[in-house]
């Protein structure tokens, strides 16, 4: 079974920067395709980034490209969401999701997730 755990979340000023991670166990990190997603009070859960297995292939919402990187290392079974110039219309609650072989920008077709972490920016 695959259990997905997150950390990095904070409170930090518009216009700084936060890392988060996402640690992969019980399966196999490599054979999964890796999303960050978000939820904000009172509104749907929404894509933020995908990463291909290999880490070679990303995509971002359109709301965060040139702002947000998404990375990953296979070696240490771990997922990445860097932060950076962050608005107040980003906090939300950050979840990592794991998919067999292939990302896709739809949360129903996840079936693996983190508990979620909370990023908050202060205007």
């Known amino acids: 079974q695959v259990q997905l755990v997150e950390s990095g979340g904070g409170v930090v000023q518009a216009g700084g920067s936060l890392r988060l991670s996402c640690a992969l166990s019980?399966?196999?990190?490599?054979?999964?395709?890796m999303n960050w997603f978000r939820q904000a009070p009172g509104k749907e859960r929404e894509f933020v980034a995908a990463i291909s297995r290999n880490g070679g292939s990303t995509d971002y919402a359109d709301s965060v490209k040139g702002r947000f990187t998404i990375s990953r290392d296979n070696a240490k079974n771990t997922l990445y969401l860097q932060m950076n110039s962050l608005k107040p219309e980003d906090t939300a609650v950050y979840y990592c999701?794991?998919?067999?072989?292939?990302?896709?920008?739809?949360?129903?077709?996840?079936?693996?997730w983190g508990q979620g972490t909370q990023v908050t920016v202060s205007s």
């Open positions: 019980g399966r196999t990190f490599t054979n999964y395709g």
């Open positions: 999701a794991a998919r067999f072989m292939i990302t896709s920008s739809r949360s129903d077709e996840y079936p693996y």
